[in-house]
């Protein structure tokens, strides 16, 4: 099966690519005959992958025949050799001696006539004439659609492959599986073929879903929403030729299931025994896995007869079959098969399964019952089970799940038939549910359906919930505000007051606004102690106190009534509750306490927890996000890179989402990648509506800070401008950090002489310091202690308008290096040097501090910062590498040295690998979930650090250093 293969490039195979030269042509198969069978179902790519490792082999100096056989039995002896022969005559344009040994093995077929010396014979000249045409070069034989062989074919084969001619040729078939069904012929070779040690036969699978979407992208020309990559996805079961069709119908505007595509699964479908139509009819109108004794009960066959059905639908590669039940390989084959039948056929398929699953002994199967119902024609029994199947999936934290039968409920409700029917109660479950699994706009817009429904002032516990459905968009000045009409409501009960003002509370604290946090944590307290079964508005208002009174006052203190609170809410076992708790305890370790490395295992330990109680999209990614920031502050960029991957597969939306793009943000703006850190920002601007200080303010010092990067310190002051009007936070820390970028810009454009100094906004910054400094110093000790960092950069940062100050970055370099922050000590080094160097003093001690700060910059990845090092050393003449006392460079690779590696860092290793394989930065990327600007970065850091200039240099040193 064919496709557009010269448009859409070779996605997944690449180590399948070198499995097969290297079995073929490696160093195991050195004067030996080898083959290798690639087997797999129609369109799974084998006709591509001949033609692509048919261009490598060539490539390596191998002679190449290649060949397809033909649908038309043993009518044609021989036929794909001789093809293969004739293609390769044709293509000949030097080697006279090559062309002639060619013909002459065409003219011994030509003229071969019934002898008396029989096939053996001919398999004997054949050998003989494929060695003339090798000339002592690798000889590789390449058959395509092995399953239509002839039998003369099959034997020279079987001939060659068992060593018995005088050659040592390679061989390359493609065979499709699901043609080798009962007593096929080449079911017999193979298996005699396998037994040889040279012989290997390899299945062909499906894609992957990361590949599936790559080779999709690549035909649509664009990167496909998550929408359709789950649609693609699901729809072609990775098989790479429905993939390429079903893409061209995205790009094309294409509605519906193309032409080609439907003939092709209708013809398959089709070619069944009628007994397999059948079941394959069943299975597609069916939820997977479809169970055998339900098959059974549906199509009401004998045992031994649905048996050997099914085994032909496995065979015909329609079906998949396991232990829970059977599915269909292609979820396509249910949507062409749906177009087969008569509207009565279909419903009474449903009818038999949800007739068969009421019936059966046990457990109900709710969600199936109501799915089958439903397409019955009967909503009246369906809305039962939909009711059932979502609480089910409450009950077992499947909010996802929940939210899908909720839903399913509501539509289902418009026709309840005999039934009375709650919509308002189906509403306030189904927003619920829709909160709860990160679909916050759906809850919003539920809620608002709800209201409408009910008429009249919305209640307190309307309020409460609207609040808290903003506050997750990340709409959380809206949110404040509805918490506040809450607390106003005449019919708040001291329930809804205690939970509105808890609440509230956790609110502040994700703004920054620690006091106000702290007054509103004590004031629900307060209520809490006269309402019974108030754990939940307990756990809150603990968590919002501790956080407040560990920032403010007493650090542990307010640790302390934090762990108490992660008690609580553990003993309660609401799955909110302890997520909040895990929450703000690991921020406030890996934020204000600065304890980092602690932050981090319990920020990691909370998003298990929560993962496990059906909150890892929301709740999971937010703790995911904090160990993300913990993990950069420490320097293990590579680790928090994989913990970005790892979040990203929540698809989280609202406030979770902005957490983890800032979070994911930082890396980029460390390692350089310009382009994925303003698309992040730009996500986040967009999804910001009504957000606070506490995600407004890093938001622009991340912006400042890449615009810096890029040169622009008119829009790095600019963004810290605008964030200085962000002045209800009490949170210090992000404060500091927004003045130091805002200084930075001004020394920047000072040193640059492209944007003069603003004298205005260098005295604003300088009172914004002073005033954190005033405010900070009522703070805790861990909180002034962060704080006195930034201070010190913001100090050196004036020095520099001014004449640079050594021992001002001497200052800021030791307060880093104490807080176990590696990006800041080696930027404020790079900065001691420069003013060094520029007052001629001390160029020794420079020489140290660029060393050290180049082999800090190197080991994280932060590639501007690294260019910035080695610019300043180079107009310094200054060497980057040490020198032991024998003169021998330290970290250079020794004769002696059996790794070469050990200047690359973990993640450089995992892309170094991949590069020896020979996958693209968009392959790489891929397989690590990067981008693949940030793979580019990761390349070009590898060349520097191991002195090469091309993939294939730096390829030979990693396999020099894996040898064996």
Not at 74 to 97: E, G, K
Not at 278 to 287: D, P
Not at 360 to 371: F, I, V, W
Not at 537 to 562: K, Q, Y
């Amino acid at each position: 099966m064919a496709s557009d293969v010269d448009t859409a490039p070779l996605v997944g195979r690449a180590e399948l690519v070198q499995t097969v030269r290297s079995a073929l042509l490696g160093d195991g198969a050195h004067g030996q005959t080898a083959a290798v069978f690639l087997t797999g179902e129609s369109g799974v790519g084998k006709t591509r992958l001949l033609g692509e490792i048919g261009d490598r082999l060539r490539e390596q100096g191998a002679v190449v025949l290649t060949g397809s056989c033909l649908d038309i039995g043993d009518a044609s002896p021989l036929h794909p050799l001789l093809q293969a022969l004739r293609r390769f005559d044709a293509d000949l344009s030097t080697r006279a001696r090559t062309s002639s040994a060619v013909r002459g093995l065409l003219q011994m077929f030509a003229d071969e006539t019934a002898g008396p010396d029989g096939a053996g014979a001919l398999l004997e000249r054949v050998s003989r004439g494929l060695h003339l045409i090798a000339e002592g070069r690798p000889l590789v034989l390449i058959l395509d659609d092995l399953q239509w062989v002839d039998r003369s074919t099959r034997q020279l084969l079987l001939y060659l492959l068992a060593g018995l001619g005088d050659l040592q040729l390679s061989v390359l078939a493609a065979v499709r599986a699901e043609s080798l069904q009962g007593a096929h012929p080449l079911r017999r070779v193979l298996t005699e073929l396998r037994r040889l040690r040279t012989v290997r036969v390899l299945d062909l699978a499906p894609l992957g879903r990361a590949d599936t979407e790559e080779l999709a992208a690549a035909v649509v020309g664009r990167t496909l929403s998550a929408e359709a990559a789950e649609q693609v996805w699901q729809r072609s079961g990775g098989n790479p030729f429905v993939i390429e069709e079903l893409a061209r119908d995205l790009r094309d505007g294409r509605d519906g299931l193309s032409e080609t595509l439907r003939e092709i699964f209708l013809d398959r479908v089709d070619a069944l025994p009628q007994h397999a139509h059948a079941v394959v009819h069943a299975v597609a109108a069916g939820v997977e896995p479809v169970q055998h004794w339900l098959l059974a009960q549906v199509l009401r066959l004998p045992e031994d007869e649905l048996i050997d059905a099914a085994r032909a639908a496995v065979a015909h590669r329609l079906l998949v079959g396991a232990d829970d039940g059977y599915r269909l390989r292609h979820r396509l084959v249910a949507e062409v098969l749906a177009h087969e039948l008569l509207p009565a056929e279909r419903s009474g398929l449903h009818r038999r399964y949800a007739e068969a699953l009421t019936a059966a002994p046990g457990e109900l199967h709710q969600a199936r019952l109501a799915h089958h119902w439903r397409l019955a024609g009967e909503p009246a029994r369906a809305l039962p089970a939909a009711v059932a199947a979502a609480q089910e999936a409450e009950r077992l934290h499947g909010y996802a799940e929940a939210h899908r039968h909720w839903s399913a409920a509501l539509q289902l409700a418009a026709d309840p038939g005999p039934l009375t029917v709650d919509r308002v109660e189906l509403l306030e479950n189904a927003a619920e549910a829709a909160h709860h699994c990160g679909e916050h706009a759906r809850a919003l817009a539920l809620l608002e359906e709800l209201a409408a429904l009910r008429g009249g002032e919305p209640s307190c516990a309307l309020h409460i919930r609207r609040a808290r459905y903003l506050a997750a968009a990340g709409r959380s000045a809206l949110a404040e505000e509805e918490y506040q009409r809450a607390l106003k409501a005449a019919d708040c009960s001291p329930r809804d007051r205690a939970a509105a003002a808890a609440r509230l509370a956790e609110l502040l604290l994700h703004l920054g606004r620690y006091a106000d946090a702290g007054e509103r944590a004590r004031e629900a307290l307060a209520l809490a102690e006269n309402v019974e079964g108030s754990a939940t508005e307990v756990v809150l208002a603990s968590s919002a106190l501790g956080f407040s009174d560990a920032c403010l006052e007493d650090p542990d203190a307010g640790l302390a009534v934090m762990r108490d609170a992660l008690d609580t809410a553990e003993r309660a076992g609401q799955p909110e509750d302890v997520a909040c708790a895990y929450l703000h305890l690991a921020e406030l370790l890996t934020g204000p306490l600065n304890i980092l490395e602690e932050g981090v295992v319990v920020a990691r330990r909370g998003a298990e927890r929560v993962a496990e109680l059906g909150l890892g999209r929301t709740w999971g990614t937010r703790l995911l996000a904090i160990a993300i920031n913990g993990l950069f502050r420490v320097g293990q960029w590579a680790e928090a890179e994989k913990v970005v991957a790892a979040a990203l597969r929540h698809r989280p939306s609202g406030a979770d989402a902005v957490e983890l793009l800032l979070a994911r943000c930082r890396l980029s703006v460390g390692y350089g990648d310009i382009e994925a850190a303003g698309r992040d920002l730009d996500a986040v601007a967009t999804l910001l509506a009504g957000g606070g200080a506490r995600h407004v303010i890093p938001l622009l010092t991340l912006r400042s800070g890449l615009a810096m990067w890029e040169g622009r310190h008119d829009v790095a002051r600019l963004a810290v401008q605008r964030g200085l009007t962000e002045s209800r936070s009490d949170d210090v820390m992000i404060l500091s950090a927004l003045v130091w970028h805002g200084l930075r810009a001004e020394a920047e454009a000072h040193a640059s002489r492209t944007v003069d100094v603003d004298p205005t906004a260098v005295r604003r910054l300088r009172d914004v310091a002073d005033r954190v400094a005033r405010k900070s110093a009522g703070a805790a000790r861990p909180v002034r202690s962060v704080v006195e960092g930034f201070l010190a950069l913001c100090a050196a940062e004036v020095s520099r308008l001014d004449g640079s100050d050594p021992e001002l970055w001497a200052v800021s370099a030791a307060e880093w290096d104490r807080r176990n922050h590696p990006y800041p000590a080696a930027y404020s080094r790079l900065r001691q040097a420069e003013a060094l160097l520029a007052r001629r003093s001390r160029v020794a001690t420079a020489g140290k501090l660029l060393r050290e700060a180049y082999h800090v910059a190197q080991g994280l990845g932060a590639v501007p910062l690294t260019s910035e090092i080695r610019e300043l050393a180079g107009r310094a003449r200054v060497s980057l590498e040490e020198r032991e006392p024998n003169g021998v460079t330290r970290g250079a690779p020794t004769e002696e040295s059996d790794d070469e590696l050990a200047a690359l860092t973990a993640r450089e290793r995992e892309v170094l690998a991949l590069v020896a394989e020979g996958l693209t930065n968009k392959e790489i990327g891929q397989r690590l979930f990067i981008s693949e600007r940030t793979i580019g970065v990761h390349v070009s850091h590898i060349f520097d650090k191991l002195q090469v200039r091309t993939r294939v240099q730096a390829s030979a040193i990693q396999l020099r250093n894996h040898r064996g």
